[in-house]
C-alpha cells in the first residue's frame, strides 16, 4: 500500500511499538474528494489491527482542488511537526495530481487507488476514468434510502402503529439496548423499514407479545445486552435511579430473553458488536432484501 513518491526515496524507519500511556497521539489523517466514508471504513479496519497505540484522527472530505490539496499537505506536514511522529495519511482521492500534491507531505502515504487501480487496469486491459463522481446519482435508490430512514424515525420507540405492515422488520429490546441506531443504520445502509418497539415493565411482565406488534410476529427481531453493560449506560443516562439498578437491568434482560425463547423470536446480544455487524447479522437472519 506504500503511495509513490517521497516515501521511496525515504524509506520508513522500523516500526517501534508506542504503548498508550507512553507517547503522544499518532496523527491520522482520512483524506478524499468526495465524503470520506471510504477512506475512514478502510482504514479504521487497518489500524484496528494494532493494538496499544494512540490515535489522533481527522477526516478532510472534499479535498477536489489543487489548493486545497496544498493546504491540506501544510496541515499534514505541521502535524508531523507538532507531534513528532509520521502522520498516517489514508486516501481515497481518485485526480492523480491532487493525489500526488497531498503526498508531497510528510507522513506515511497509503492510498487506496494507488494500490489497486492499476491492478485493476492491467486485469481488465483498459485504463480507469479518474474521475470523480462519474458515477450518475440512482435517484431511485436514493428516495427508498430516504424513505426508509423517516420510516425508522416515525416508527422509533413504539411511537405509533400506523403503517406498521410496511415494516421489514422490527427490533424488540429493553430500552437502551441499541434498537435506535441499529434501525437507522439499517435505512440509511440499505434502504430498509425498520421499527423499533421498546420491551416496558410491563410488556415483560406477561406472556404475551405486546398488542402493537403481535400481528407482525414473523417480522420481530430482538436485541438483548449484557446486564452490566446496560447498567452503565443506563447510569450515565439517569444515575443511581431503579431504572440504571443493576438489579433491574438483570431482571429485564432475563424477562426480555425469556420472550424471544417463548415466541421462537431470533435474536442477536448488542454488547460486543458494532452496529454494522448487528445490522448484516439482522439482514442475514431475516433475509432481509436490501433497496439501496
Known sequence: LYAKGSLKKHPPPPTKGFPMSDTPLRPVFFVSDRTGLTAENMGEALLEQFKGFAFKRRTYPFVDTPEKARELAATITRAAADHELRPLVFSSVVNDEIREIIKTAEGLHLSFFDAFLGR??????????????????????????????????????????????????????????????????????????????????EDLGTDNLPRMVEPYRSKLFGLTIQPERLHAIRQERRPDSRYSALATCRQEVADAQAIYRRHRIPSANTTHKSVEELAASIIQECRLKRRC
Open 120 to 201: 485493476l487496469e492491467h486485469e481488465l486491459g483498459a485504463p480507469a476514468r479518474h474521475k470523480v463522481g462519474s458515477r450518475a446519482v440512482d435517484t431511485e435508490k436514493y428516495d427508498a434510502r430516504m424513505e426508509a430512514v423517516n420510516f425508522a424515525l416515525n416508527h422509533d420507540d413504539g411511537i405509533s402503529d400506523r403503517e406498521l405492515q410496511q415494516a421489514d422488520v422490527i427490533l424488540l429490546g429493553v430500552s437502551r439496548s441499541g434498537k435506535t441506531p441499529t434501525c437507522l443504520y439499517l435505512a440509511m445502509q440499505y434502504g430498509i423499514r425498520a421499527a423499533n418497539y421498546p420491551l416496558t415493565p
